[in-house]
């Protein structure tokens, strides 16, 4: 399912511009969103659910244009979505708050609904505690909910936003690999500030810096804009004054920096292999010529 | 913000209805019901409701709860400045009417105060209990509403029980000074008990993390 | 329509302090009203149909500031715990979420108090052995408690999106004393008006009618103040019903602007 986005701009009461012309298009398969905290990712996502109206601008899902009443409700039949800020009904059971989210959905036979619910349970390992009210569910079981209620109508549009913030490296892993296999024939959009995530699940990309397209491509597209920009210094003095300094790991009596800068940051500077962090801090500190 | 607004408003209601009462073709005596009755009556409704509210919205309750000292006297601040501001309010109203003539009950004076006093003082103890004890903002106005309505309608058929008279809360308008200073003394000794109880309640910290409990 | 109601029905009457705070209140009622004495030494009760009336009269005196307060904080519940973000991306209609929330919440918050009112109407069958009053109870509770209670419920269903929680519940409680409780004559109030919520309309012009004189001095707003007639009652229930569907609309008119 394709999405077709053009010249989308959102502008909130007060003025704050959260997407600013945005172009893009998202093929079939995983796609990974990128951006700090404020790029608009968020707002993006929310659009794309149907749940604000852009200022101006055009999104297709599918074929279907969201500014009609029409194509909002077809896109929705599709949807599963997966918000940044999940809540639940504590005092229900994952059982029952799966079954009222099917019923909205439209999944009206019982048996049927019950059998999705069971197969669900079973994709996101929580069939034990299905039964226990949800209050008394961890982070990580939250989302797997979270994804479950998502997958109930077995959506052909699958939007996540920041899903794994906040998870154990465990859980963190479990979700990343749950969505990679949920992809196939689906669209999954995942939006997050966690480089990592993408990394590991997209072969495609887009990046958001201030509500703006800053980068559309491949992960390895973006990898390689750090090429030859990424070193490492073994030093035991300071941090290298030129450069952004990625990590920093005690090794010996010094200390062994990753820098990202254009020209070798000291004369004993070693090169790297780039990262897609890398790739990223690179596009985000605009030192691409 | 609507915890202190609401006072003030309240009272340029009622200097209003004192300044243009005898023009707006009411009854004197009606008027100055009205006028004790918004003080007696009002006052402690805006009380009991702002204390039966903030125990149950506290949006940094566990930040407070992990400092020594911080959820209960914290709690209290709140409420001190709340009805604080609404007392302020009731000295002033009560004043310009014992200044202006529509106060004519018995007691006038700092007694006077015990008018508005016992009976907000009692309610907010209520709510501040309820709310601790149910850790629901709406259980608790449910019980601060009904017992302040339950109280307009009892008086009358209750009159004459002796036990109920120490409790009515709107003594003042239902029945004048007979026995009134017990009756305020009264109110204000289990006001403290309700507070006291509420308090120890909101000691329980895992009890406050819980929230309301469905 | 249907799944919210059913949820929000079983949400609302499993929340434990609903049933806490009717329990309290009905022990009151009982210590302080002798709510179970029948007569409460007042009244004449050998006759079912007035007997029920009485009940009736209790009931929606005291219990709807209840019933309006426990059902306030419903319907901003789903944006407290955030769960509106996932049922506005579901194909289901707002408004049929709406209304099947309303309903659901209103019923739910509604048992507790039928439950007071048919319990008494049992206790009744099995003191005075006159099982017509079950009957009697049945059609009292629907002609002339429940409509004021539809109303009650869109009102406080409004309410705390329309205005700020606590400056709503102050109000709601001075509006059920004012609009329905004071004497007419006191001062200019809805109360005992075809808009007043207790259903005396029903109750005194359908079920067990009444003198026209019969306990009235003229008030302001005297006009709003028919006669308790069959025509009266009808039109009561009717105007009950068509505001619960304005300040309904209204509360869907307002989530629409805040959508959009």
């Known amino acids: 399912m394709r999405i077709d986005v053009s010249g989308l701009t959102k502008t909130y009461k007060g003025g704050a511009r959260a997407l600013d012309g945005l172009s893009l298009v998202v093929p079939t398969g995983m796609y990974g969103l990128l951006g700090a905290n404020g790029a608009g990712k968020t707002t993006f996502m929310r659009i794309l659910a149907g749940l604000l109206r852009p200022t101006s601008g055009r999104v297709m899902i599918g074929g279907h244009d969201l500014a009609a009443a029409e194509g909002r409700l077809a896109v929705q039949r599709t949807l599963g979505y997966l918000p940044q800020d999940l809540g639940v009904y504590p005092d229900l059971s994952a059982r029952r708050f799966l079954d009222y989210i099917a019923l909205l959905k439209g999944l009206h036979s019982r048996s049927a609904r019950r059998r999705r619910i069971g197969e669900l349970l079973e994709v996101v390992a929580l069939s034990d505690v299905a039964d226990r009210k949800l209050k008394g569910f961890s982070g990580g079981m939250l989302r797997r909910v979270g994804i479950a209620q998502a997958l109930l109508a077995d959506p052909r549009l699958l939007i996540v936003d920041e899903p794994t913030t906040g998870l154990d490296p465990e859980e963190r892993i479990r979700f990343r690999t749950l969505l990679s296999q949920l992809a196939g024939d689906r669209t999954v959009l995942l939006s997050t500030h966690i480089v990592d995530d993408v990394a590991q699940t997209c072969r495609s990309l887009a990046v958001l810096a201030h509500g703006r397209l800053a980068f559309q491509g491949t992960v390895g597209e973006l990898v390689s804009q750090a090429h030859h920009r990424v070193w490492t210094v073994t030093t035991p003095g300071a941090a290298p004054a030129t450069g952004r300094v990625v990590s920093a790991l005690p090794d010996g009596a010094g200390m062994r920096y990753r820098v990202v800068s254009a020209a070798p940051p000291g004369p004993w500077a070693r090169p790297a292999e780039p990262t897609l962090e890398d790739g990223y801090l690179v596009l985000m500190d605009g030192r691409v010529p | 913000m609507p915890a202190l607004l609401g006072p003030p408003v309240l009272a340029v209601l009622m200097l209003l209805l004192a300044t243009f009462g005898a023009r707006l073709g009411s009854r004197e005596e009606n008027t100055r019901w009205m006028l004790m009755g918004a003080l007696e009556m009002g006052v402690p409704l805006l009380a009991g409701v702002v204390a039966a509210t903030l125990p149950s919205r506290d949006p940094v309750a566990e930040l407070r709860l992990a400092i020594p000292h911080g959820y209960r006297p914290a709690l209290l601040r709140r409420l001190a400045v709340t009805l604080g501001c609404t007392a302020a309010c009731a000295v002033a109203v009560s004043a310009a009417l014992m200044a202006s003539g529509w106060w004519t009950f018995a007691y006038g004076g700092a007694a006077g105060q015990l008018v508005w006093l016992a009976p907000a003082l009692w309610l907010a103890a209520l709510g501040f209990f309820a709310a601790a004890a149910l850790r629901s903002t709406a259980a608790a106005t449910s019980l601060v509403a009904f017992v302040w309505t339950g109280e307009q309608l009892f008086g009358g058929a209750l009159a004459d029980n002796p036990a109920y008279r120490l409790l009515h809360l709107f003594a003042t308008t239902s029945w004048g000074s007979d026995g009134w200073p017990i009756n305020r003394l009264f109110l204000l000794a289990t006001a403290v008990l309700l507070a006291i109880g509420g308090w120890l309640l909101l000691g329980n910290t895992e009890r406050v993390l819980r929230g309301e409990p469905e | ?260």
């Open chain 3, 1 to 260: 329509m249907i799944a919210s109601l059913r949820y929000e029905f079983a949400m609302q009457v499993r929340r434990p302090s609903l049933w806490i705070v009717y329990g309290l209140v009905l022990a009151v009622m009982v210590a302080v009203l002798d709510y179970w004495s029948l007569d409460l030494d007042v009244y004449e009760v050998s006759v079912p149909k007035e007997a029920m009336g009485v009940a009736a009269q209790i009931i929606v005196t005291l219990l709807p500031i209840v019933y309006g307060c426990m059902l306030a904080d419903r319907p901003s519940r789903d944006r407290v715990l955030r769960v509106d973000g996932i049922l506005d991306t579901t194909p289901s209609g707002r408004t049929a979420r709406l209304i099947g929330k309303y309903a659901g919440v209103c019923a739910a918050t509604a048992v507790p108090l039928a439950i007071t009112y048919f319990g008494r109407a049992l206790l009744y069958v099995l003191v005075e052995g006159q099982p017509s009053a079950l009957g009697w109870a049945a059609v009292t509770f629907l002609a002339s408690i429940l409509p004021g209670l539809v109303f009650v419920g869109a009102l406080a269903f409004a309410g705390p999106l329309l205005l700020p929680p606590m400056v709503f519940r102050v109000l709601f409680v001075a509006y059920w004393f004012w609009g329905n409780l004071i004497p007419a004559n006191l001062m200019p109030t809805l109360s005992h008006t075809v808009f007043s919520a207790t259903g005396e309309y029903v109750r005194y012009g359908l079920l067990t009618p009444i003198s026209p004189e019969y306990g009235r001095d003229s008030a302001v707003l005297d006009f709003l103040r028919p006669d308790h007639t069959p025509a009266t009652a009808w039109l009561w229930i009717g105007v009950m019903i068509a505001l619960a569907v304005v300040v309904l609309s209204l509360v869907r008119l307002h989530a629409s602007r805040s959508e959009s």
